[in-house]
């Protein structure tokens, strides 16, 4: 897995759905919005158990229906294509 330089994420999330590169470059972000705490937790597990079968872990924070979620790769110190294919999964886990 190798470090995607800004301008490569940049292109790579286009693949993805309101994922933004964080102001360093090092990480992806997004906030869902769910209708309540239950379909936002229901989320949090789905992508829970696809982040551990990856081995590739979210950095996140809820509060009732909101999740803020921040994706980085610690082996190559920034983004890459992981982050991504997580991100594309959560995406989809949203509907
Ligand atoms: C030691 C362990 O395999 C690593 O720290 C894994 C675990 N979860 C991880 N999660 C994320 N988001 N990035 C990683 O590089 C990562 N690496």
């Keep these: 897995m190798s470090k995607l330089s800004p301008a490569e ?8 759905s309101g994922w ?12 869902f919005k769910f209708g309540d705490f239950n379909e936002a937790f229901g ?10 079968k990856m081995d590739h872990h979210p950095e996140w924070f809820n509060v009732y229906n909101k999740v803020e979620m ?3 790769t ?3 110190g920034g983004v890459s294509q992981k982050d991504i294919k997580l991100a ?7 509907g």
């Design 20 to 31: 933004i590169l964080a102001g360093d470059g090092l990480s992806i972000q997004k906030t």
């Design 43 to 52: 989320f949090m597990t789905r992508v829970a158990l696809k982040a551990d």
């Design 88 to 94: 594309a999964f959560a995406d989809d886990a949203a």
């Design 70 to 72: 921040t994706l980085t």
């Design 74 to 76: 610690h082996d190559v």
């Design 9 to 16: 994420a940049e292109i790579a999330l286009k693949e993805v």
